[in-house]
């Protein structure tokens, strides 16, 4: 079923799993961040089945959503989180015409990290890699992620890392904004078939971003966790120009709701296919998957 006001319908490559069972892992101070800083509403805080996620997807027009298995710091501190890959494959295997699975990263668990993503792909369907530089504060051209790098080229998926400011997730453990955009320059040149994914729209560094991306074949924008109303401009100028192949549309759900982001998206004067190519067909293409 299309959506109204669109003959396509969206993909969402940035979402987060919400359901009591994953919330369980998560851990208890969030939520002054996640209520009184960003605005997510209790009801969506206090965990959602994949029923509703699924029946707000439609709402909003989104045929499909990455699910993230985060990787949020070192396990061990009582501020970090890593959500089991088990809890989002499992959400794939329920609705695989809906979700597909993204594995995170964690830096410090070294080539026992690296071997699990690489059986989260082969083995289980995951599609691509997660990454927050700043939970681990190491910038993305740490040598510490370069065996990640490594398999997801041999994998042949892309990976989504975390670019721009940092916020303060938890007073137990405030991470330095270490994702400055230039940082995946050397990333791209040691890796040139790497695909890149630079989410949350680099902000405030967004120009450096664009020029990331404009520089090298495989690094790309993603839009999520930032209302698409305050985008820079210059974001904006550039899906609709000579960007408008190395842009994808994510939401960070919760931080954004679905419909919410839709309908700001749908305010701005995008070019029709400029537009198509941000919420669907380019997220199809850097992942490979079929249309």
């Given at each position: 079923m299309t959506h109204p006001d669109r003959d396509y319908l969206a993909i969402d490559a940035v979402v987060n799993i919400q359901t009591p069972e994953?919330?369980?892992?998560?851990?208890?101070?969030?939520t002054e961040f996640y209520k009184e800083k960003i605005g997510v509403d209790g009801g969506t805080f206090d965990g959602i089945s994949l029923e509703e996620m699924l029946r707000r997807m439609d709402t909003a027009g989104i045929e499909r959503s990455f699910l993230i298995a985060?990787?949020?710091?070192?396990?061990g501190h009582k501020a970090s989180?890593?959500?089991?890959?088990?809890?989002?494959s499992d959400a794939v295997k329920q609705h695989p015409d809906r979700?597909?699975?993204l594995a995170g990263v964690d830096p410090t668990e070294g080539m026992n990290g690296v071997r699990a993503l690489q059986k989260a792909v082969e083995g289980d369907g995951f599609i691509g890699a997660h990454l927050y530089?700043?939970?681990?504060?190491?910038?993305?051209d740490h040598a510490r992620y370069y065996p990640f790098y490594a398999k997801c080229v041999e994998l042949d998926v892309p990976i989504q890392l975390q670019v721009g400011q940092s916020l303060i997730y938890s007073k137990a453990m405030p991470r330095r904004s270490v994702g400055q955009p230039i940082t995946l320059d050397s990333v791209a040149c040691d890796f040139p078939e790497l695909k890149l994914i630079g989410i949350h729209v680099g902000i405030p560094w967004t120009q450096e971003m664009i020029a990331m991306a404009w520089k090298h074949e495989n690094v790309f924008i993603g839009t999520d966790a930032?209302?698409?109303?305050?985008w820079p401009q210059e974001l904006v100028r550039?899906?609709?120009?000579?960007?408008?192949?190395?842009?994808?549309?994510?939401?960070?759900?919760?931080?954004l709701g679905f419909e919410r982001t839709m309908e700001e998206i749908d305010a701005i004067e995008l070019k029709p296919a400029a537009r198509r190519k941000l919420l669907r067909d380019n997220v199809l293409r850097i992942y490979g998957l079929v249309g």
């Open positions: 994953a919330l369980a892992h998560r851990p208890d101070d969030r985060a990787k949020a710091g070192p396990n989180f890593h959500m089991p890959y088990d809890i989002v979700f597909s699975a530089p700043h939970w681990f504060e190491l910038a993305p930032h209302s698409p109303k305050y550039y899906i609709n120009s000579y960007g408008q192949d190395k842009v994808i549309f994510g939401t960070d759900f919760p931080i």
